[in-house]
């Protein structure tokens, strides 16, 4: 008697897992980042999660990637650097913390296709970030004092939400945030944007923890750790690629994978409705 594999079981086996995340990272590290963004319509599309359940894994997969990524660039970016920026993450962390709260509440009470179209929406504007803001430059803050500090809530709050609802750590936001509003050098803002983005989405992920929806992870516990392990291999092959590929070939090109990705979200949630 053969025996097979339901379809479900099939497209989230352990090696597409593995696989899937090691590219993902990969793709991620190659720009710098944790590579969530590319890896949240991986998980709905390919491994047929529901929508909100693929941004809880894509919220707790990146928790492992962020945690890995903080000890890995302390010998580009010593602790003490980090450390003497903590006027700058605090006032990031004044808008994200309750923009995570709250994106997180939000998401669990939206439709399923609502939550897939703003999932595409989103999409979309990181890949205009990524080609627009992936190459910011350090030089004088634009605004100082009170101003600055408003700004960095305001934009710490939206990145906050974005982070919770699709499950990223916010690089992609934060990095061209910490240079242009306050001025950081390029490798000082990755280590910082990783400072901001590991409270935040744990702030995220308690909010989550209080759905149902939560449950996915215990029911996916080894597929969860065997992608996790792709994705933190994938990203430290794609950081040590870094540079190889020419940005101006890069960046186009991994915002039209986020476009299509948008696409087929966008249809995947109307073809679920």
Do not use: C
């Not at 097979?4 to 710098?32: M, N, Q, T, Y």
């Not at 929508?51 to 997969?61: C, Q, R």
């Not at 699709?166 to 490798?187: N, Q, R, Y």
Request: hydrophobic share 60%; proline share 4%.
């Amino acid at each position: 008697m053969s025996f097979s594999l339901p379809p479900s079981a099939a497209r989230r086996s352990l090696p597409a897992a593995f696989g899937g995340g090691a590219v993902i990272g990969a793709l991620g590290g190659l720009i710098g980042l944790g590579g969530a963004e590319f890896r949240l319509p991986l998980l709905i599309g390919l491994f047929r999660f529901a929508a909100l359940e693929a941004v809880i894994l894509n919220k707790a997969t990146s928790l492992v990637v962020v945690a890995t990524a903080l000890p890995f660039r302390m010998g580009t970016v010593p602790l003490g650097e980090v450390a003497a920026q903590w006027p700058v993450i605090l006032n990031l962390l004044a808008g994200s913390l309750l923009g995570a709260w709250l994106g997180a509440g939000w998401a669990t009470r939206l439709r399923s296709e609502s939550l897939h179209r703003v999932i595409a929406g989103l999409l979309v504007v990181i890949a205009a970030v990524l080609l627009l803001g992936h190459d910011a430059t350090a030089g004088a803050a634009p605004v100082t004092g009170t101003a600055q500090f408003v700004a960095g809530v305001a934009a710490g709050f939206g990145i906050g939400v974005v982070a919770s609802i699709m499950g990223v750590a916010g690089g992609e936001l934060l990095i061209p945030t910490l240079v242009l509003l306050f001025g950081a050098d390029v490798k000082l803002a990755g280590s910082l944007s990783l400072a901001v983005s590991l409270p935040t989405m744990l702030v995220g992920f308690a909010r989550y923890s209080r759905d149902g929806s939560f449950s996915v992870l215990g029911r996916n516990r080894l597929f969860l750790l065997v992608m996790a392990a792709g994705s933190v291999v994938g990203a430290f092959i794609g950081g040590r690629l870094l540079g190889v590929v020419p940005g101006a070939v890069l960046l186009p090109a991994l915002a039209v994978i986020l476009l299509v990705s948008a696409v087929k979200v966008w249809r995947h949630g109307a073809h679920r409705s």
